[in-house]
């Protein structure tokens, strides 16, 4: 069944159905709103009961999608040691980078270089350093934060395919995360210069910043932003963007700053604030 459903996705229009699910989740007919959201529920399991809002109270499917929680739903683990998980989610892989390359599945890598959308020099600052991949199921919350206190440097977003970012296309589709359509952001801070770098996927009807950006989805050329000196800082644990359905989050951070938890492993879930590494000495 894996091997069909990947092979769906290479005929499939990816950015037309896309769009149509677009128009569709940020419809605000109460009839269409409403029976969107109680079978999304009922058919992903979606707990509904740490959000601030109850269906009914949403504008849109899009609305509740990327709905906000109740306050100290998600407690953030002491930002003083730990790097925090910017998502819910659940760990695709994690390690070192190597190579200039991060693994994506078992047999399968692409480059660092590809996924910033950057350049040798750029990529060449996270060789030896350390990369998580997180994947957000359809029922997680999809909001993502902060791992780490930071000041947005820049941004890249890069246009490109739509597969699913699941587990069975990541292990069956070649350089999945640099070849999907994903946005790239850069930013300085105690713990160095690291990378959190929100991956599009099958359907993803957009990807949004907290700050004002240029880019759209499903555009036809890079866009770089400049934020050098605009003085956008963040403390861990912010809200720092959103999908509009899907996806994947990436961080990347330079060598000798961060040391994973040792009971980590792919697999495993993750909420929006837990420890994900031990911040180093930098």
Known sequence: MSDLFIA??????????????????????????????????????????????????????NDFFTRELKPGARPLADAERFILSPADGAVSQLGPVSGGRIIQAKGRDYSVAEILGCGAEEAARFEGGSFITIYLSPKDYHRVHMPAAGTLAETTYIPGDLYSVNTA???GVDRLFARNERLSCRFDGPDGHFASIMVGAMIVAGIDTVWPNRFRTHVSAPVHEDFA????????????????????????????????????????PLRMGEALATRLPG
Not at 46 to 55: E, F, H, K, N, W
Not at 232 to 255: C, I, N, Q, W
């Open 8 to 61: 769906l996705q290479h005929i499939v229009p990816q950015h037309a159905l896309s769009r149509l699910a677009g128009r569709i989740a940020s419809s605000e007919t109460p009839w269409l709103r409403d029976a969107l959201i109680r079978r999304f529920v009922a058919a992903y399991g979606v707990d509904l009961s740490q959000a601030a809002r109850g269906i009914g109270e949403f504008a849109s499917f």
């Open 229 to 268: 000196g605009q003085g956008r800082s963040f403390a861990a644990g912010d809200e720092m963007g959103r999908f509009y359905l899907g996806s994947t989050v990436v961080l990347l951070f330079e060598p000798g700053r961060v040391a994973w938890r040792d009971d980590l492993k792919p697999g495993d």
């Open 169 to 171: 296309t990541a292990a």
